[in-house]
């Protein structure tokens, strides 16, 4: 189930839409996509992202890496503009080849990190010929890896800059950094309230305490509880509203809205249910 695949391959969504991606035996999400289809990756996290992205017009992928969420999100909804951003050169190279064979001219692909400062930082990607997908701003984070210097912007300036109306969706996948993007979307989550789908890492359970700051969580909960956020559990059969973050290690990935479910419990088989609970 995990042979490497090489060339272009395509999957389909529910609703029928294609969607391509290109590797060469070096990605390890194609693989999976190959090999078990659109939930092969990242599952029921993708399923929610996926129809999520339906009832939206603008979407923010941060830490795309090749682009899966991105192409996922630009087909399912053809009208929503997607804003992508992955910082390693070599994979957003792959990210613009996905983007190009699948034809999408709905999504902007930025060769940059997003964090709290608009400026060069430095950032650790993990030595290797693949696509790597642990690459982080905090030293420590991966073994063997080698500092860049990489361009960082905030997510406010970024909507400033580019005149957008409204964020309704953000991704974020980016190996404890997240606190950082957050603090530089203060506005945006002021004023939109987007939709946040976001990886939460525990340093003690990922085996680099002691390398940097093991309260990240306590940190994004803060922000986004600022913000009047309601935090959700991505489980395996349903969204789970719960009170704080904690380390599961079955479930890493939480989406978090400003609307409390009535339900504490919301099983993915109703998701039209689950979308009036939390959009």
Known sequence: MHWPVYGTISFHLPA??????????????????YWKGYMGYEGPTIQLFYNIAKCTSTIIDVGSNVGYFSLIGAAANKQAHVHSFEPVVKIHKRLLRNISINGFINIKANQCAVGNVDEIISFFIPEGNGMVHASSTKEG??????????????????????????????KMDVEFHESEVLEGMKNVLENDKPIIISEV??????????????????????????HGYYFYLINATALIRVEQLEYNPDDRNYLFSTKRSENIYLPYSNMNELLRNIL
């Open 16 to 33: 029928g839409e294609r969607v391509k991606i290109y590797s060469k035996g070096d990605d390890f999400v194609s693989t999976q996509a």
């Open 141 to 170: 984070w991966g073994e063997k890896a080698i500092r860049v210097n990489v361009e960082s912007i905030t997510i406010d300036k970024y909507v400033k800059e580019n005149s957008l109306k409204k964020v309704d969706l953000v």
């Open 201 to 226: 890492l525990f340093s003690e359970s990922e085996g680099v305490k002691g390398h940097f700051e093991n309260d990240i969580h306590l940190k994004i909960a803060s922000s986004l509880r600022a």
